[in-house]
């Protein structure tokens, strides 16, 4: 299926691993050109250089913070100057740390929120005015599985994921007019980094292993196992593609059949 976004652009945040770099990816392999940025120089180099030497596209790396609106700047700045516009914006940041409500103090509440919440807000102010004047846009937020269906010792997550979904739903109906959709994708279990950290975490919680906290996720998962990266990355590069012109609003879960909700 041709996805018809060849030659569009695309700024995917925390993209130097896990989902952020499979998103990027896929993105690639449909001829979007890219601009990726991450807090880790050495690890985000290396992601756009894969990149570059696998896919015929553009690739510019911007090291930054997103949490700082001073990051945000920079990215977008370069991205103006290295590849004059941004028509896909995927916003996308770590995990907040797990732990029940009063491990957390105010600080950890208000990195939790300035990472996962302002960091789609700064991104998607910066954007938006360009996409509008061009009437055509794509904006995914990566959020959780937890939105619909909590996950237990994860109250950050829960909490500030929900306020991006609300944020992108009221947006998604501001901006359909101007031929731009805002749409959430939400993974599951996945063979990332984060999900390896929070099978030690609850391993240590709970006295197992992380090999048995894993295989306590694949009895969850009607599928039976954990998701690849590239499986979510695909769902994203359809949103962002001009197919899925007609989606928007829509929280779509990539998780093996894990939600047990109806809607």
């Given amino acids: 299926m041709d996805l018809g976004i060849r ?25 979007v050109d ?12 290396e992601t756009a250089d894969a990149i570059r030497r696998s896919a015929n596209v553009r690739v510019v ?3 930054a913070d997103v949490a700082d609106p001073a990051g945000v700047e920079r990215v977008v700045s370069a991205a103006a100057r290295e590849l004059g516009r941004v028509d896909i914006l995927v916003t996308n940041a770590g995990g907040p740390p797990a732990g029940p409500f009063e491990s957390h103090s105010s600080e950890a509440w208000r990195d939790a929120v300035r990472a996962n919440l302002e960091s789609v807000l700064n991104l998607t102010r910066a954007l938006l005015p360009g996409m509008k004047e061009r009437r055509w846009g794509r904006i995914v937020n990566v959020t959780s599985i937890a939105v619909k269906q909590p996950v237990d010792n994860l109250i950050l997550s829960n909490s500030v994921r929900a306020a991006v979904t609300g944020f992108a739903r009221t947006l998604a109906n501001e901006v359909a007019p101007f031929g731009i959709t805002v ?11 984060r999900v390896d950290d929070l099978a030690e975490r609850n391993a240590t919680l709970r006295g197992t292993t992380p090999e048995a906290e894993r295989a306590v996720w694949d009895q969850q998962i009607p599928m039976g196992r954990l998701g690849e ?20 609003g829509a929280s779509i879960p990539v998780d093996g059949g894990w939600i047990r909700s109806l809607l």
């Avoid at 652009?9 to 449909?30: I, K, M, N, P, Y």
């Avoid at 890219?34 to 180099?45: E, S």
Wanted: proline share 3%; charged share 20%.
């Fill in 7 to 31: 030659g569009k652009v695309a700024l995917v945040a925390a993209s130097s691993r896990g989902l952020g770099r499979a998103v990027a990816e896929e993105l690639a392999a449909e001829g």
């Fill in 34 to 45: 890219l601009v990726l940025c991450a807090r880790g120089a050495g690890a985000l180099r």
């Fill in 61 to 63: 790396d911007v090291a």
């Fill in 183 to 193: 749409n959430n994708v939400m993974p599951g279990y996945t063979r990332t980094q």
């Fill in 229 to 248: 990266p590239r499986e979510f990355g695909a769902m994203v590069a359809f949103l962002a593609s001009e197919r899925a012109s007609y989606t928007t």
